[in-house]
């Protein structure tokens, strides 16, 4: 059974801070590996899709990486903002049969 | 195209009470699921279909039925509502192959059981 870890829990930063956070899984046999941002009380926000033959996407101010022989994917944030603050997401795909999804990292990026 | 919506937002439901959890797609997406989310345990699948007439269970399908009739709807029904049904429910479509099973999630129903 997949199983998905988000390190940190959470973690409070700086306006300005370029930031890292981490996502590790414990079967590399996956079609593909979704980021999503969550505001509270809202619905899930999709930022970034690695297809399983990817090593990275990015989109604007947003990286995420990809390894699965060490099954680990980064989301780098750029020049954070306010904003940016909000709950992030990192979900495994199996194909057709849904999303396996770590517990989640908590933002606060502080003005 | 309206994505995904799903109807109610919010609900409130005695002890043993039945309903039906409302999700419909408008992109023509083969595959439809359900989620639920808790504090502290994320979001766990409940059910799934990979088209229409066919569903499977996900890691936590007590206590919940589904049916797939068309492609565009994808209902969740509590027969008998429990406490522990008390939850936000989120409904999600996907496709493949150009989609590669990107997964698209409606704004979610809040759902209390008292």
């Not at chain 1, 801070?17 to 999709?46: H, M």
């Not at chain 1, 990015?58 to 990809?66: E, V, Y």
């Not at chain 2, 039906?20 to 639920?36: G, P």
């Not at chain 2, 206590?63 to 509590?78: H, K, M, Q, W």
């Amino acid at each position: 059974k997949q199983e998905v870890t988000q390190i940190p829990a959470a973690l409070s930063v700086p306006e300005g801070e370029n930031l890292v956070l981490n996502c590790s899984f414990t079967d590399s046999a996956i079609y593909n590996l979704q980021w999503f941002r969550q505001d509270p009380g809202k619905g899930l926000t999709s930022l970034l899709l690695i297809q399983s033959s990817q090593r990275e996407q990015t989109s604007g101010r947003l990286n995420a990486s990809l390894d699965k022989s060490s099954g680990r994917s980064t989301l780098y944030i750029a020049a954070s903002q306010p904003g940016d603050s909000a709950t992030y997401l990192c979900a495994l795909g199996g194909g057709a049969d849904g999303l396996t999804f770590g517990k989640g990292t908590h933002l606060i990026i502080q003005p | 195209n309206a994505g995904v919506t799903q109807t109610p937002k919010f609900q409130v439901l005695k002890t043993g009470q039945s309903m039906t959890l409302q999700c419909a797609q408008d992109m023509n997406h083969e595959y439809m699921s359900w989620y639920r989310q808790d504090p502290g345990m994320g979001l766990r699948l409940i059910h799934y279909s990979v088209g229409a007439g066919i569903t499977d269970q996900g890691e936590v399908p007590n206590g919940y039925n589904v049916s797939r009739s068309t492609t565009e709807d994808f209902p969740l029904r509590l027969l008998s509502a429990a406490p522990s049904q008390t939850s936000v429910y989120f409904c999600a479509s996907s496709y493949y192959p150009t989609g590669g099973y990107e997964q698209y999630f409606g704004p979610g129903t809040r759902l209390t059981v008292t």
